[in-house]
């Protein structure tokens, strides 16, 4: 059972130059449960105050049986003892890695981060080290946590990286479980807020960066952006990079100021102008772009690329030439963690990823994509990709945009439908407490319309049913947006929606 006393969490608050003042005065007394939910508290618990926290919460923990809490402030009004700390996100951290006996140490792991790519590179990771190591595999992503092998251990996520504690929690049901391994996504807001503070992995993939979580609640510029997705690879032990990517540089001397550049391997397309100031470790080119899928030859060209031995000819499963880049970073990955070369082959071209490039074949009418991209990045590379394989049909997507966040994916959306678009239905999109109609205007102001068919068609049912009913063979049409989430955001409410899947899926019955 995890446990933890009193002196573990003084000594280890010290080391790290975190504790104010204790009003503890047993340094054998010992917690059986951590919580910062006072909901979750339970008898004998030290309770984590943080975030917009309310002293009324503190009442609650205690009521439930909170024995200690630990906070930036003093509560004078507590009939309970405090730690109190400088830092409560990296206290809490550090208290819940110790907690649950640092996990990780038994945990082997990769963490995957990047503006775009993350969940789709940690499905190909996991698919492939599920070959590997008998679906021992630990998962967490945007999508679905898995701690287990059977169907309890499954869980859907909240969020991109977890809070610490339930990072910490998830990591140790996995250990008890007999996972060996773990793949992870790491948000930018999850270094933001030290919510893997003191957490290192095995390996660490920067993928790409681009302008996105730029804003009010996320960071306040591109370079803080930057910053906390770097600080992936200052704490892991390898670092994968892809040379394609824009600031490599700045990330290349992030990764080299802790990692001995034998320990950091780059990747990047096949190009006759390659010319980088970094040798590239393996080089890949597509054999064959389609709607369906995607054929690769991997060349591994340094001596410690070849090493991982996997040069060769790979099946993608997932259409899209952008996760080529995607599945070779997992291959490395997985080559990394003793994958052999044909479980990279079977993992890369047996995954699926809920709703992205999710594919509905029609008999007479056009093929269907139900994709997540909701920004300038992914948008723009979907539709590019479709509008290079459909020369003859129409492209057509549908989507909205997010109301009271990440402002500045209006405009981002709009030229994406500009470049590569022939027809337009503006929709909703988790509005939130704005008007969809607004932000449909504010897409729409973005784009060419004499060169794009634009309606605005509130209902999303509604807009998907008519881009998919009146499609003509030959035509591509993308569900943009929602990816696989069955809600809309509104008015600080989750309201039930079918989901873009399972319209699709109903309506391609009879076409
Ligand atoms: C801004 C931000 O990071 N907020 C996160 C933060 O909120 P918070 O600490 O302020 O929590 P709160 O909900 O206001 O409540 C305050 C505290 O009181 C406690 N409480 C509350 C009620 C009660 O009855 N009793 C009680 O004890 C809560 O448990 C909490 O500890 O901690 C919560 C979990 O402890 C997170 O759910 C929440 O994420 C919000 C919802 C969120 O959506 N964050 C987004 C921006 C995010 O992190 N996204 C990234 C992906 C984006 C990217 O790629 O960068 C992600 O990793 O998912
Ligand atoms: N390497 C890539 N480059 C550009 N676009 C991509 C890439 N990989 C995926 N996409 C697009 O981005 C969308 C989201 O992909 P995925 O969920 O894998 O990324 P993510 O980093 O987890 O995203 P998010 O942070 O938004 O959850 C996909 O549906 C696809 O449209």
């Known amino acids: 059972m995890a446990q933890i006393t009193v002196n573990e969490i003084l000594t280890l608050l010290n080391e790290h130059h975190l504790l104010l003042d204790s009003q503890f005065s047993s340094l054998s007394y010992s917690f059986d449960q951590i919580a910062y939910n006072s909901k979750l508290v339970t008898e004998n618990c030290l309770f984590f105050c943080k975030g917009n926290f309310k002293a009324a919460y503190l009442d609650d923990a205690q009521r439930r049986g909170a024995k200690a809490y630990m906070s930036e402030t003093a509560y004078s009004n507590a009939e309970i003892p405090g730690i109190i700390v400088n830092n409560i996100q990296k206290a809490m951290s550090l208290v819940s890695a110790a907690f649950f006996g640092f996990p990780q140490n038994q945990l082997p792991t990769i963490a995957y981060t990047g503006t775009k790519g993350k969940t789709t590179s940690a499905y190909f990771t996991k698919a492939i080290l599920d070959r590997t190591y008998q679906r021992k595999v630990a998962l ?34 996995a250990v008890e479980n007999g996972m060996n391994h773990l793949v992870m996504e790491v948000s930018s807001q999850a270094y933001k807020k030290n919510r893997v503070y003191g957490l290192h992995y095995d390996v660490g993939v920067f993928l790409n960066i681009s302008p996105d979580h730029i804003g009010r609640n996320e960071h306040p510029t591109f370079a803080d952006y930057l910053h906390c997705k770097e600080q992936l690879l ?38 006759a102008d390659q010319e980088t100031d970094y040798p590239i470790d393996f080089d890949y080119r597509s054999v064959e772009d389609s709607l369906t899928e995607n054929q690769i030859v991997l060349t591994a060209i340094t001596e410690k690329a070849k090493r991982l031995g996997i040069d060769g000819v790979y099946r993608i499963g997932i259409p899209g030439d952008y996760n080529e880049g995607n599945a070779v970073a997992s291959a490395i990955t997985s080559a990394l963690m003793g994958a052999k070369p044909a479980d990279v082959a079977y993992g890369l071209a047996h995954t699926t990823v809920p709703g992205r490039m999710e594919i509905y074949q029609t008999q007479s009418h056009g093929t269907i994509y139900v994709d997540y991209a909701h920004n300038y990045g992914s948008l723009h590379s979907v539709l590019d990709f479709l509008k290079k394989q459909a020369p003859n049909g129409k492209v057509t997507v549908i989507t909205g945009s997010t109301g009271d966040k990440g402002i500045d994916r209006r405009e981002g959306l709009g030229k994406a439908i500009s470049e590569s678009a022939d027809q337009a239905y503006l929709t909703t999109d988790d509005p939130a407490t704005e008007d969809p109609k607004a932000i449909a205007a504010e897409i729409a102001d973005h784009i060419d319309q004499t060169r794009v068919n634009l309606e605005y068609i509130a209902d999303r049912k509604a807009a998907i049913t008519k881009a998919v009913t009146e499609s003509k063979k030959g035509d591509l049409v993308v569900v943009a947006g929602k990816g696989h989430d069955n809600y809309q955001k509104i008015n600080g409410q989750n309201v039930p929606y079918e989901g873009d899947a399972t319209i699709v899926q109903n309506l391609v019955k009879g076409l």
Do not use: W
């Open 234 to 271: 200052v704490n892991s032990d390898t670092c994968v990079l892809n040379a394609d990517g824009t600031h490599l540089t700045d990330i290349y001397y992030t990764a080299k100021a802790t990692t001995q550049p034998d320990n950091i391997y780059i990747y990047g397309r096949q190009r």
């Open 140 to 173: 967490s992503s945007t999508i679905n946590t898995v701690v287990g092998l059977e169907q309890k251990d499954v869980v859907k996520s909240n969020l991109t990286t977890p809070e610490s504690l339930d990072l910490f929690t998830n990591m140790h049901r």
